[in-house]
């Protein structure tokens, strides 16, 4: 199975593909995570992609094609996965559609994760993300069980610079700007599936079951 989940920074989609990946063994592919840890090694894609993300705004869909092409169809690929921050924009949506039409692969679902706004700024400014597993967490929802340690790894907890205020609000209006037409490309295309965001992330979880085992 192959999903793409779309919806604005903070919806929960990491949280919705971590859950796929342990009760479907989808695996979550992350363009954020990916490029964090380019950062992190201070490869050359990382390198590129640091200013961009610092501020908010999107890496150029010519670098994430390349990304994208290579994690899903290159060495140690995998069969079944689901696309958590990818495509952004119309012209990686295109892209990716000429890569799956070049592999013979074939998408099964677009699931738009929906909540209000507002609502996500508080999120995201609440979360808190592992440094060593990227599990995430939420202050207001779903803290960690011991201040600043994951429950997981035991890893450190931080707030990602581009989850601070003045980054969120960008975000939001990018996401608004650049990655909202997808809805309707996804739309035309018959693919797209809404799923009502608010509750908690099971709650959330259970509607995307109920979606995708329903096929
Ligand atoms: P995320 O963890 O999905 O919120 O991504 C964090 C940041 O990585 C975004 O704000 C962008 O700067 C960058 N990024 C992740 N995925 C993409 C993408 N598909 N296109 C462009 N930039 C991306």
Not at 98 to 106: K, L, Q, S
Not at 143 to 165: F, I, S
Request: aromatic share 6%.
């Amino acid at each position: 199975m192959k999903i793409i989940l779309i919806g604005p920074p903070g919806v929960g989609k990491g949280t919705q593909a971590q859950k796929l990946q342990q009760s479907h063994g989808l695996r979550q592919i992350s363009t954020g995570d990916l490029l964090r840890t380019a950062i992190r090694n201070r490869t050359t894609l990382g390198m590129t992609a640091e200013r961009y993300i610092n501020r908010g705004e999107l890496v150029p869909d010519n670098v994430m094609l390349e990304l994208i092409e290579e994690t899903l169809f290159g060495e140690n690929a995998p069969d079944a996965f689901t696309l958590d921050g990818f495509p952004r924009t119309v012209p990686q949506a295109e892209g990716l559609e000429t890569i799956f039409t070049r592999y013979g692969a074939r998408l099964d679902w677009v699931v738009l994760l929906e909540a209000d706004h507002d609502l996500i700024a508080r999120r995201l400014a609440a979360r808190r993300t592992c440094r060593q597993c990227s599990a995430i967490y939420n202050l207001l929802t779903n803290p960690p069980h011991q201040p600043g340690r994951c429950d997981a790894c035991g890893g450190e907890l931080y707030q990602r610079p581009d989850d601070q205020l003045a980054t969120i609000a960008n975000r939001l209006r990018i996401y608004r700007e650049q990655t909202a037409p997808l809805v309707e490309f996804y739309r035309e295309r018959q693919l797209l599936s809404a799923v009502d965001a608010l509750g908690t992330s099971d709650a959330v979880y259970q509607r995307i079951e109920k979606l995708i085992g329903g096929k």
